[in-house]
């Protein structure tokens, strides 16, 4: 079975900063791959950025960047200079090689970037 | 670029009616799943689905049936409404890879008096 952790229920941060967001995991899969995924008001999913269990390198997407950090099974996403447009509940997810590559979700953080 | 298609956007049933809920993706992606999202659980698999003739479980199945005689297409019923499926639903699609990410639809909000 596979877990994930999202501690941070809600979150604000000024316009242009940075912020990070705490996800970690728990997984027997020797291979998977977690994701990041943005829920603005208007209700879509949004796709931001994907880190592989063997990657060498942290993800960065942009202004999206993952710090991962594999022995502590944390997956963080850090987002910088935050603009208004950032404003959403952003959900961690994982999918593992052992389980049909299902994919579980934390429970969300809302972020809201004042100005 | 169509993605993923859902309908309808809203509804609303009364307890023990049945309904529908469709899901088309025009990607020829081989997975596909549907998750329900309530408030502070994120969200949770129902069914899905790695490809044609092929479906099996996820997290809470119970109470909703699904088919998959389509790549493209995957529709979820609801066999006997109850208050408690009251849920924005989201239909997913996938390339069947570790590393890829589910395209999402937009939702169904669906509401059961």
């Known amino acids: 079975a596979q877990k994930i952790t999202q501690t941070q229920p809600g979150m604000f941060v000024q316009e242009k900063e940075a912020v990070t967001l705490d996800c970690t995991y728990d997984t027997s899969d020797p291979s998977y791959g977690l994701f990041w ?3 603005p008001s208007s209700g879509e999913m949004i796709f ?11 993800a960065t997407e942009g202004r999206y960047s993952l710090n991962f950090q594999k022995a502590r099974k944390s997956a963080n996403l850090v987002i910088s200079a935050s603009q208004l447009g950032d404003s959403a509940m ?3 997810a ?3 090689d052992s389980n049909d590559y299902k994919l579980s979700f934390g429970a969300g953080t ?3 970037v004042r100005a | 670029n169509a993605g993923v298609t859902q309908t309808p956007k809203f509804q609303v049933l009364k307890t023990g009616q049945s ?4 899901c088309a993706q025009d990607m020829n992606h081989e997975y596909m799943s549907w998750y329900r999202q309530d ?4 969200l949770r698999l129902i069914h899905y689905s790695v490809g044609a003739g092929i479906t099996d479980q996820g997290e809470v199945p119970n109470g909703y049936n699904v088919s998959r005689s389509t790549t493209e297409d995957f529709p979820l019923r609801l066999l006997s409404a ?3 499926q009251t849920s924005v639903y989201f239909c997913a699609s996938a390339r069947d890879r570790l590393n890829q990410p589910q395209h999402f639809g937009d939702g169904t909000r669906l509401s059961i008096l």
Do not use: E
């Open chain 1, 37 to 39: 995924y943005k829920q």
């Open chain 2, 19 to 22: 309904m529908t809920l469709q």
């Open chain 2, 82 to 84: 109850a208050p408690s």
């Open chain 2, 39 to 42: 408030p502070g659980m994120g």
């Open chain 1, 94 to 96: 994982m999918r593992g």
């Open chain 1, 90 to 92: 952003y959900f961690c």
């Open chain 1, 110 to 112: 809302t972020v809201t």
């Open chain 1, 48 to 58: 931001l950025i994907y880190q592989g269990s063997y990657d060498q390198q942290n």
